[in-house]
């Protein structure tokens, strides 16, 4: 249609081509348009549910934490054979990698409304304000001019890498 319209006003037939164009036009999204609702049925096609994908989720990151939990049966191999492995730092791994699965059925069982106040989104929540007062420590002591322009990068560094893992991503929380 724009194409037929572009023609110059002089063009031979160029009305004719202009009613050509727009019916072809009108006529092609009325049959796709009023065919499609049954294509869709035919074909069988589903839209997104948000709680299938929460159930499914959970239980993909319960498959995931089982796997990664299955290394750490033998330490001694992933830290090296003289080393002994400190109980005490290998049960707060087990810990952090089952909270991400914890989450995620958090996430599958809660109505959306309750989850804005969950145990995790909370720990997020306190552990975000907790790394926002050490930032504004770490800008006063930047200010001072105590400590070594490195020192202060890499403490800045750490805090981005900190808050960037506790920032909710994708649209999921």
Do not use: C, N
């Not at 049959?31 to 294509?39: D, E, K, R």
């Not at 420590?137 to 001019?145: D, E, Q, T, V, Y």
């Amino acid at each position: 249609l724009a194409a037929a319209q572009s023609l110059p006003e002089s063009f031979a037939y160029r009305e004719q081509l202009v009613l050509i164009a727009f019916t072809v036009a009108v006529t092609t999204l009325l049959v796709q348009g009023s065919t499609l609702p049954a294509l869709i049925r035919v074909l069988k096609i589903e839209g997104i549910d948000a709680d299938t994908d929460r159930e499914e989720s959970a239980t993909l990151f319960d498959e995931l934490r089982t796997e990664g939990l299955r290394i750490l049966d033998d330490p001694q191999q992933i830290v090296g054979g003289d080393v002994q492995v400190d109980e005490d730092v290998l049960e707060r791994v087990r810990t952090d990698t089952g909270m991400r699965s914890e989450f995620e059925w958090e996430k599958a069982r809660l109505p959306e409304q309750k989850l804005v106040r969950s145990p995790h989104r909370q720990y997020r929540d306190l552990r975000l304000a907790v790394l926002e007062a050490e930032r504004q420590a770490l800008l006063a002591a930047r200010a001072r001019g105590t400590y070594s322009s490195r020192v202060l990068a890499k403490a800045q560094r750490i805090l981005d890498v900190e808050e960037t893992r506790l920032r909710p991503r994708g649209g999921s929380s």
